[in-house]
């Protein structure tokens, strides 16, 4: 038998992260939908051996075709998520799930003689008050019996009320002050049904004024020295503080929105959409959109959304977006035509508004963010799949020498960025792809402790990098030389002065076979030695989209090494302080916050970080700024322009 199926995903395509996954046939009927708080350990188990799969299990793995998921901020939401689609598709391997049970609620009786508070999926009581759906039973359980101390309504049944009347004896739930005990007139009715409707307000929407007239009845007692009654409203202060936060309700039955989420980038853009209908997700879709040149979000949330509902589809009454556009209210309206006609084509009355706005808080705004995380995580996916496909990379690489003019065809490209904090702490970084891949091994750093401009930075890192090529040239590659071998193309971050900085340092090198380019970020074109004109590349090519990876790897790679540099810098260099070690250095950055902020705090400020004084600080200040700066900064260039650090 096979050791696995052959469509099993990559295993560092999957996220680490709460979701719920769905897998298909070949037809694309769902087959089974589960949850997990790990997606890339619970899938993971599916993909073992097949004979060391229970049967069912392994009967499932060979009829799907696919597996697809959703991520999602919390198992909670994950829950709700997997009860929303299981309830959509019954899936035939979901078993478990067969009952179709809806989802439970808190119900008031508010319409009986004397109310009473249950739990319930029956939303057909007559005169009843109803607050959920929960989608944990035992959340609104323990909510109920938190509910109970502070607004003790009657939760027994009709035949145990019936029966403490008759004998005049109450219930334990009225002993123990869980109950008001109308039944043998403890309280009149009228107060028990007052007390009802206190606990479905609260319930409605945690009015603060019953906490507030419990808090100052509880300062009362406290005043009056009756520490029992003072006691037992804290206590009641907690339960409802409590119940407020285990109520974890699902949107309600009357929410039908489509939430949209969208991560983009230079080039591509990655859209979630979650379709609410009934207060449930039914569904999502999922695509990757080319964007055109200097899109912002609000017009690309226009295209999004004509493309949405161009296809035959009408929108709810609600759609959230990321942002809004320009002329949102023109969209509205031709959202809500589009409403009209497709409700009208289906032979139903009351087409009503598309509302269109941005959901800043609530239950809303939590749905609308795992929107947003799902389209961060699909373009990610998407650009992970698209660097490792051979064909996309070796037709960029083709693209790429086509474009450039090159001779031979770049398998080896280094790309080069400098980094610096105006116009201090210069660091540079060298990223390598080789086939169309990054070879991380190989990546270098660069300090460049003097240096005046851009240009200058670019001149030095290159000099230093090409020195290396006769070695290189003499002697096979070595594991664990500081440079592997001669690239096919040099890349540095930049448009014309850059390229001509490059180029200088290979004239003055004699350095001649290389190829070399820049990258401009405005327009992401390229540039070339001596060339008035840049290369411009398609902006959906494979080759536009290799080249924006080593620039933003290169980009990532430097600016981490400036974090890093700075922080040993600043630790280094108040090392030789009298007093102050290591801790109280750390104790330093945490007060100012970092080190630009550190750097310019007086004496005075420093003298005030506990443990600190005058004479200390004023010790801190001359170390950092000292007299002759200059001379300091001339003392040994050399030295830290020979210190290349392997990556």
């Known amino acids: 038998m096979a050791e696995t199926v052959l469509w099993r995903p990559k295993t560092g395509e999957i996220p680490v992260s709460a979701g719920v996954y769905r897998f298909r046939d070949a037809r694309g009927r769902v087959l089974y939908v589960g949850k997990a708080k790990n997606l890339r350990a619970r899938l993971s188990n599916y993909f073992q051996p097949l004979r060391s799969l229970h049967e069912r299990t392994r009967r499932m793995v060979l009829t799907a075709a696919s597996v697809e998921w959703t991520v999602v901020g919390t198992e909670f939401e994950a829950l709700q998520l997997e009860y929303s689609w299981i309830k959509e598709f019954s899936p035939p391997f979901n078993v478990q799930f067969r009952d179709d049970k809806s989802y439970p609620y808190l119900a008031i009786t508010l319409g009986d003689d004397v109310p009473r508070v249950l739990i319930t999926r029956n939303r057909k009581l007559k005169g009843a008050k109803y607050f959920g759906p929960y989608t944990k039973i035992w959340a609104i359980r323990e ?25 005049g004896r109450p219930c334990l739930l009225g002993d123990i002050g869980k109950c008001a005990a109308p039944c043998v007139g403890r309280i009149p009715k009228p107060a028990h049904h007052a007390l009802a409707e206190d606990l479905a307000t609260f319930m409605g929407g945690g009015d603060q004024r019953f906490r507030g007239d419990l808090t100052k009845r509880m300062l009362e007692a406290s005043t009056a020295l009756n520490f029992e009654e003072a006691a037992r409203l804290r206590d009641a202060i907690g339960a409802m503080d409590a119940a407020l936060s285990k109520s974890a309700v699902v949107l309600r039955e009357d929410v039908d929105t489509d939430v949209f989420g969208i991560a983009d980038d230079e080039l591509a853009a990655s ?7 009934g207060g449930r997700i039914r569904g999502t879709r999922s695509w990757v959109v080319d964007k055109e040149l200097d899109v912002p979000l609000g017009e690309l949330v226009e295209t999004v959304l004509r493309n949405a509902y161009d296809d035959g589809g009408y929108p709810p009454r609600e759609v959230l977006v990321p942002e809004l556009p320009d002329d949102a209210d023109e969209l509205a309206t031709w959202l809500s035509q589009r409403r009209a006609d497709g409700r009208e084509s289906e032979g139903l009355r009351g087409s009503g508004r598309t509302r269109l706005h941005v959901a800043e808080r609530g239950e809303k705004a939590a749905l609308a963010e795992t929107a947003a995380r799902n389209a961060a995580h699909a373009l990610m996916l998407y650009k992970t799949r698209r660097s490792a496909d051979f064909t996309a990379r070796s037709q960029a690489i083709a693209d790429l020498q086509e474009a450039l003019g090159l001779d031979d065809a770049p398998l080896r490209i280094e790309c080069f960025d400098v980094s610096h904090l105006g116009g201090t702490n210069v660091v540079a970084s060298m990223v390598v792809f080789e086939d169309g891949l990054p070879r991380k091994d190989q990546y270098r750093r660069f300090n460049v402790p003097t240096t005046t401009d ?41 448009g014309q002065p850059q390229v001509a900085a490059a180029q200088r340092a290979l004239d003055d090198a004699g350095v001649t076979g290389v ?29 536009l989209f290799l080249v924006q990876r080593l ?46 902020r550190l750097r310019t705090a007086t004496a005075e400020d420093i003298a005030e970080v506990p443990g600190f004084g005058r004479v200390l600080g ?29 990556g």
């Open 515 to 543: 190829a070399l380019a820049g990258i401009a970020k405005r327009l992401e074109e390229l540039w070339q030695p001596n060339v008035d004109f840049p290369v411009i590349l398609p902006r959906n090519s494979d080759a």
């Open 271 to 277: 859209v979630q959409q979650f379709i609410v209908r």
């Open 618 to 646: 004023a010790a801190v200040v001359e170390q950092l700024h000292p007299v002759d700066d200059a001379s300091e900064r001339q003392a040994d260039p050399v030295g830290e322009l020979d210190a290349a650090v392997p």
């Open 551 to 596: 620039r933003d790897e290169a980009h990532r790679f430097a600016i981490t090494h400036q974090r890093t540099r700075r922080k040993r810098d600043i630790g280094s260099q108040l090392a030789t302080v009298p007093g102050l070690g290591e801790a109280r250095v750390k104790q330093l950055l945490r007060h100012f916050g970092s080190v630009a």
């Open 143 to 167: 909510t109920l019996d938190l509910m109970l101390k502070v607004f003790p309504v009657r939760s027994c049944s009709d035949t145990t009320y019936r029966r403490a009347e008759q004998t």
């Open 454 to 494: 851009d240009t200058d930075s670019i001149y030095q890192v290159i000099s230093r990098r090409i020195a290396h090529l006769a070695d290189e040239d003499a002697a096979p590659t070595v594991q664990g030389e500081r440079f592997a071998y001669r690239p096919n193309l040099l890349l540095v971050d930049g």
